[in-house]
Structure formats: C-alpha cells, structure tokens
C-alpha cells in the first residue's frame, strides 16, 4: 500500500481524490493516512466523511508517507507544504495555481529539480479529452496552418485566496497545453466584468475571456481551412489526475519537465502585470528570474 497524505484540504479537490479513491475504487493500493489544513472545519468536513486522520501541522506526515497531494486554495501554500518533504524525495501532485510569484516558482522548482522530485498536478482542465483534441490539432495543423484560438472560463478576481491567481491558471494552462508552453508576449484589460486576454505567440495570437460568474468552459482552434471550437468540462479529470499522481507511485516518469510545469506562473504574472500596467508585457522564462 501506498500512504499518502493531502495538505490544504479547503478546496473540493480534496473531496474528489478521496471520493475517487475510497468510494469509485479507481486503484486499491492507496491509504490515506491523513488530511491537514489550517481551517480546522475542512478537515472534519473530510473526516466524518470519509473517516480519515486530522493532522495538527503540515509538517506531520515528514518520513511517513510514500507521496503527498498539495491541495490548498491559496497557491503562496504550496510550496510552504512541500518544503519539509523536499529531502523526502517522494512524489508530489501540487495543485493549481504551483505558486503565485515567479520569485517563488524558481525556487520551488530549483528545490524540486536538484533532489528529482517527482510532481504533477496543475489545472485539471488539460486532461479533457477535447482539449487534448484541439492540442493534436495544433500539433498536426490538421486542418491547415493555425490562425489563432478564442478560449473562455471563470475568474474569481477577488477572492481571498489570491485573487486573479486563485483561479486564473485553469484558462492559462488550457491555452497552453493547445497552443504551447512558451507564449511571447500578452495584452490584458477589463471590460465590464470580463478580463480580456490577448496572447501573442510567434505566428499568431490567441484570445482569452476570463468570466465571471460563468461556469462555462470554452476553446477552440481557427485554422486555415476550419474552426474547430466546443464548451467542455472537468469530467473524469480528477480521477486522471489521480491516477497520473499514483503512475508516480510506482515510479513511473513524470509527463512533464519541471519548466514546463511551472510556465503557467510566468504567463499569469505576466497577464497581470499587463492588466495593471496597461502595456503588453513579455511572458518571463525561468532562467531570467
């Protein structure tokens, strides 16, 4: 068996590994031996109903557990949680948003890529199976050269969890999961209640609407000779998510490289960079933080 402890259980994240775990039985070799947040409320939540062990710090489960999920709602947690575990050197799923600041996601993935931490984890959107279509799309020009993509979902500009960042990573890691890691540049401003987005890629631009109160989720990809475009949702994804954590487990690779999981900070800072400013602003690498 496998022990696995989830840390900065508010969120339904939380909720749904456990649900997919314990009750839809998606593999039978995980025990999770407990949960911590500092809202005492959310762990109770979990524990009556599931039955799991309330931990009383973060730092708790250090030497006894095979894995941790890192599941808070304000991304500045994250890499908190998963500094005790570092030397650990077990696998980590780190939820959306990785970390809110650049500062900060160079750091943790400088800790985590010189001990070969293995993680995953980020927007459950990517997994759907019509934005992995719209991503083969991309990559084949299946349709003809690309000419852009229009994607849409929810923002929760002021939550207390971070604000844009809270949810913003969702759109943003959608878009480049479709369209690619790497974006140049961005323009971003309000309109009424709606962020609007313009990515600037190297051979086209890619169109963002971040809506609030809307829980639609949207893309599409205009290609040469057709536009391919369709509403989707988080589905099963949770479950995927699980199970890329668990593939970890067994010590199998991870999907991604360590830059490429980070890259979505740098694009959200750099959509709220130019959301204060006004002014397009460059998308940051890592190595130039």
């Known amino acids: 068996m496998y022990k696995v402890a989830i840390l900065g259980c508010e969120n339904s994240h939380a909720n749904n590994f456990l649900k997919a775990v314990l009750v839809d039985r998606i593999c039978e070799d995980i025990e999770f031996v407990g949960v911590y947040s500092h809202e005492p409320e959310a762990m109770q939540k979990l524990h009556d109903e599931f039955g799991v062990a309330m931990a009383s710090s973060y730092d708790e489960f250090v030497g006894k557990v095979d894995g941790i999920i890192i599941t808070a709602r304000h991304g500045d947690n994250h890499y908190k949680y998963a500094k005790p575990y570092l030397d650990c050197g077990i696998p980590m799923f780190i939820d959306k948003p990785i970390t809110c600041t650049e500062a900060d996601a160079k750091?943790?993935?400088?800790?985590?890529?010189?001990?070969?931490?293995?993680?995953?984890?980020?927007?459950?959107?990517?997994?759907n199976d019509f934005v992995q279509e719209l991503k083969q799309i991309v990559?084949?020009?299946?349709?003809?050269?690309?000419?852009?993509?229009?994607?849409?979902?929810?923002?929760?500009?002021?939550?207390?969890?971070?604000?844009?960042?809270?949810?913003?990573?969702?759109?943003?890691?959608?878009?480049?999961?479709?369209?690619?890691?790497?974006?140049?540049?961005v323009r971003a401003w309000q309109k009424g209640e709606i962020l609007h987005c313009d990515v600037h890629y190297a051979d086209y631009d890619v169109d963002l609407a971040y809506t609030p109160d809307s829980w639609i989720y949207y893309a599409s990809v205009s290609s040469f000779e057709k536009v391919v475009g369709d509403a989707f949702s988080t589905g099963d994804g949770f479950a995927k998510e699980?199970?890329?954590?668990?593939?970890?487990?067994?010590?199998?690779?991870?999907?991604?490289?360590?830059?490429?999981?980070?890259?979505?900070?740098?694009?959200?800072?750099?959509?709220?960079?130019?959301?204060?400013?006004?002014n397009v602003e460059k998308v940051n690498r890592i190595e130039e933080i």
């Open 107 to 127: 750091a943790f993935m400088n800790d985590l890529k010189s001990r070969n931490v293995p993680i995953s984890g980020g927007s459950v959107c990517v997994l």
């Open 139 to 185: 990559a084949e020009k299946k349709h003809g050269n690309i000419l852009g993509g229009y994607l849409r979902a929810p923002i929760m500009m002021q939550s207390p969890h971070g604000g844009f960042f809270f949810y913003a990573q969702h759109l943003a890691q959608t878009m480049m999961e479709i369209f690619g890691n790497y974006p140049e540049s």
């Open 242 to 278: 699980f199970m890329e954590f668990h593939n970890l487990l067994e010590g199998k690779p991870q999907k991604q490289t360590y830059e490429d999981f980070f890259a979505p900070v740098f694009v959200l800072n750099a959509i709220n960079r130019a959301l204060l400013s006004g």
